[in-house]
């Protein structure tokens, strides 16, 4: 399903969840794009969802346009839309209670090119 819609043009990008989870991943994102992501985490354990390593779960970047077209190939395949990838310079995580995660991408893009 995600190489036909890689193939038709659905996928703008996308990351695995293999190393470091969701977390990790929406992060990587964030600095490869230099663009915002708010993200709502659906029911469940926050911390399991952000840091789980699952070889076979990614994270998908689609145009709000083919998010159907997206969907409907993976009909029989679990798939979850949570967020928007934002301007707002800033990678946000939420529960439907509360804001877990809130840091300026340029502060990320600093971390990674300079370790401290």
């Given amino acids: 399903a995600l190489h036909s819609a890689i193939t038709q043009g659905l996928v703008a990008s996308c990351h695995d969840l293999s190393e470091g989870g969701l977390a990790v991943a929406a992060g990587e994102m ?34 709000p346009a083919q998010l159907d077209a997206f969907v409907a190939l993976f009909e029989s395949l679990p798939v979850t839309q949570l967020g928007l990838i934002t301007d707002s310079g800033r990678l946000t995580i939420s529960t439907r209670a509360e804001v877990i995660v809130d840091v300026q991408v340029s502060d990320m893009v600093k971390a990674w090119t300079n370790p401290a």
Avoid: K, M
């Fill in 30 to 63: 964030c600095i490869g794009g230099r663009l915002g992501l708010a993200l709502t985490l659906p029911d469940g354990e926050p911390f399991v969802q952000l840091f789980s390593e699952s070889n076979g779960r990614l994270l998908v970047e689609v145009a």
